[in-house]
């Protein structure tokens, strides 16, 4: 990987690296063994949804998407992690980066409506156990080696705006209002490895994907790029809102339930 380059598309520098007390030659390392490890964890995902999503029905989900962590995002991720909490990643390096990074395995589910998550939810946890007792507290202790030991690694976490309404449930989730961001998300332990898995409504991820594409590539320091992206935020919540309030109309007239 081209140092330069790197710095350009995640504007870096030098000093960057001193704060994050690493050095190019390290993250070299990082990324040679990830390369060597990428197909095995793309293989792990598809394993995954084959097992748990593939039928989307049984999963109370409309859709899907998965991928695994690019190797320059991971790079990105290693020096912004060891800048902001030094203490908490100071030991990590190319023998261990997998056991500090969560996300090396991503995938998102989508639904249809914001309340469904619940159902989801209690999908996942019925497959992975979720035991306080189990989640990390010190990424090298705490790393399972066991291959065939499923369960959630950190407590599941809702992310919600203030001002939503009110659908979550803080005896089985976590609940932070923070921003404007809106997701659920998960850190399971499958087959040896982590996979995160966010949970959004459709409305949800098209802001996502807008925000991620205008303002956190380019933009963030754009005041007036910012605001359209909280005002286009408003709306995706908006219309989940009706989208709710249009299933209730519909079930109240026919007498159905909520699925």
């Given amino acids: 990987m081209d140092k330069n380059t790197f710095f350009a598309e995640y504007k ?7 704060e ?16 060597s490890l990428e197909r095995a964890l793309r293989e792990i995902g598809k394993s995954f ?12 989900i409309h859709s899907y998407r998965y991928r695994t962590k690019g190797v320059a995002q991971l790079l990105e991720k290693v020096i912004r992690k060891r800048k902001e909490n030094p203490e908490k990643f100071a030991q990590l390096d190319y023998t261990n980066y997998y056991k500090f990074v969560t996300d090396l395995i991503g995938i998102r589910v989508f639904f249809l409506y914001r309340e469904d998550w619940k159902y989801f939810h209690q999908y ?35 992310y919600k705006r203030t001002g939503d309404t009110k659908i979550y449930n803080g005896k089985e989730i976590e609940i932070i209002t923070d921003g404007i961001y ?14 995160e898995i966010q949970g959004r409504t459709l409305f949800e991820e098209g802001w996502g994907e807008v925000d ?3 303002v956190y590539k380019d933009a963030e320091d754009d ?17 989940d ?19």
């Fill in 241 to 259: 809102e009706m989208s709710s309030y249009f299933r209730r109309m519909k079930n109240e007239r026919t007498g159905q339930g909520n699925k």
């Fill in 20 to 35: 994050a007390n690493i050095t190019w030659e390290e993250l070299m390392r990082i990324e040679e063994e990830y390369r």
């Fill in 212 to 214: 991620h594409d205008i």
């Fill in 182 to 195: 809106r997701s659920l998300h998960y850190i399971v332990k499958y087959k040896g490895q982590y996979i």
């Fill in 124 to 158: 996942l946890t019925s497959h992975f156990r979720n035991d306080p007792d189990l989640y990390i507290q010190d990424r090298l202790k705490d790393f399972d080696e066991d291959p065939d030991h499923y369960y959630m690694a950190e407590r599941p976490r809702a």
């Fill in 223 to 239: 005041e007036m790029l910012r605001d359209y992206s909280k005002l286009l935020n408003r709306l995706s919540g908006l219309a």
């Fill in 12 to 18: 870096l520098s030098e000093e960057d690296l001193r």
């Fill in 49 to 60: 949804i084959d097992e748990y999503l593939y039928d989307i029905d049984t999963a109370c």
